[in-house]
């Protein structure tokens, strides 16, 4: 019997280092160690340098995105990405604060969890409330990854033709109509 596998799509980031250890090389243990478990890796996207957001709030970010297939459930995967976090020095201690490593399921086959209207709401949301609230259960997809250069343009790397399953768009689509300011700030490592 073949196991069924669901394709899903994490964003990666960070801004701090882990003692003498850069962030490119913390994202790149992250990826070792995740594909170490029940995830199977088929792409990684290139390592790019992003402003930290929210503007002037830090060290400029490292971001990245990686496609994987799993058997993992959405709520087991979401576990493993914290366990992954943590594993590399990652404190919540303040919403959109510095951090050593950032792992977000941005999508997970054509899923939307919990529903339309929730989503709709957390996309919605004005950006002084995002800061300072955080849902209490898993998004997916992401609700605000049609907003963020530093999630898209990795993305773009990787999945360019993913269609988000509310919004209609692909990825390639959603980069289209972002800000040439925004990608401009966007660069390779």
């Avoid at 669901?6 to 990666?12: D, G, K, P, Q, V």
């Avoid at 090389?25 to 290139?46: M, P």
């Avoid at 060290?59 to 590399?88: C, G, K, M, W």
Wanted: hydrophobic letters at 40%; aromatic letters at 6%; a negative charge.
């Amino acid at each position: 019997m073949t196991e069924i596998r669901s394709e899903a799509l994490i964003a990666m980031g960070g801004n701090l280092p882990i003692g003498e250890q850069s962030v490119v090389h913390t994202l790149i243990g992250a990826v070792e160690q995740l594909s170490e478990s029940d995830i199977r890796l088929t792409a990684v996207s290139r390592f790019y340098r992003t402003p930290c957001f929210p503007a002037g709030s830090g060290p400029d970010y490292v971001n990245a995105a990686i496609a994987i297939r799993t058997i993992l459930s959405p709520r087991d995967l979401l576990d493993l990405l914290h366990q992954v976090e943590a594993d590399f020095a990652r404190r919540r201690v303040q919403r959109w604060g510095m951090r050593t490593l950032d792992l977000d399921l941005i999508a997970y086959d054509d899923l939307i969890c919990p529903d339309v209207a929730t989503f709709e709401r957390w996309k919605d949301l004005p950006l002084e409330q995002q800061m300072q609230e955080a849902p209490g259960q898993m998004l997916v997809p992401h609700p605000r990854l049609q907003d963020r250069g530093f999630v898209l343009v990795p993305l773009r790397d990787i999945a360019p033709d993913w269609r988000h399953p509310i919004l209609g768009q692909t990825v390639r689509e959603l980069c289209a109509v972002l800000p040439m300011s925004d990608l401009n700030e966007i660069s390779p490592v």
